[in-house]
T-cell receptor
Framework: AQSVTQLGSHVSVSEGALVLLRCNYS??????LFWYVQYPNQGLQLLLK??????LVKGINGFEAEFKKSETSFHLTKPSAHMSDAAEYFC????????????FGSGTQLTVLP | DADVTQTPRNRITKTGKRIMLECSQT?????MYWYRQDPGLGLQLIYY???????NKGEISDGYSVSRQAQAKFSLSLESAIPNQTALYFC???????????FGPGTRLTVL
């Protein structure tokens, strides 16, 4: 069975500061990994995904994530936070088999302070 | 127009009532999913369908049923709603060849 742990249900950063949202996964097979963002009153939107190509994945809105197999991590970063980045962020894992179900973490609420 | 639509967007109902939430997509994807979101729990999979004739239970299917009326339509029913089914419900779609799921805007359901 696969699982996802997001460390920190709430993260606050100042505008212009580094954003680091942590995600650790467990999977019995090579995983596909995703970060989704949810703005208030909206559905989830894909930020980026890792599918066993490059370990550093670039996504939309200046976000990127690095797959580290030895640490079973897939942390999300952005060099400089913007007020518009305030949202909830979800990490998800999918096994590479035929079932292709996503297992989501519990989410991290990002607050950007002026 | 949105690729994945959900109706209604908000619904308040009473315990014991039957409720249907509907999802439609124009993305042409074969796979469709229903999730519920509760604060602090992330998204939990209720049911998923890989094509019109293929319906599968997710991790929390008890108390729910689904119908895949066509490739583009996937409905979720609560046969007899109870208060702990109060949650935000999301429909999603994906292509068979990828894992990327595309989400609808959600339905906020309150069961009194």
């Amino acid at each position: 069975a696969q699982s996802v742990t997001q460390l920190g249900s709430h993260v606050s950063v100042s505008e212009g500061a580094l954003v680091l949202l942590r995600c650790n996964y467990s999977s019995s097979v090579p995983p596909y990994l995703f970060w989704y963002v949810q703005y208030p009153n909206q559905g989830l939107q894909l930020l980026l995904k890792y599918t066993s190509a490059a370990t550093l994945v670039k996504g939309i809105n200046g976000f990127e994530a690095e797959f580290k197999k030895s640490e079973t991590s897939f942390h999300l970063t952005k060099p400089s936070a913007h007020m518009s980045d305030a949202a909830e962020y979800f990490c998800a894992v999918s096994d590479s088999g035929s079932a292709r179900q996503l297992t989501f973490g519990s989410g991290t609420q990002l607050t950007v302070l002026p | 127009d949105a690729d994945v639509t959900q109706t209604p967007r908000n619904r308040i109902t009473k315990t014991g009532k039957r409720i249907m939430l509907e999802c439609s997509q124009t993305k042409g994807h074969d796979r469709m999913y229903w999730y519920r979101q509760d604060p602090g729990l992330g998204l939990q999979l209720i049911y998923y369908s890989f094509d019109v004739k293929d319906i599968n239970k997710g991790e929390i299917s008890d108390g729910y049923s689904v119908s895949r009326q066509a490739q583009a339509k996937f409905s979720l029913s609560l046969e007899s709603a109870i208060p702990n089914q109060t949650a935000l419900y999301f429909c999603a779609t994906s292509e068979a060849a990828t894992d990327t799921q595309y989400f609808g805007p959600g339905t906020r359901l309150t069961v009194l």
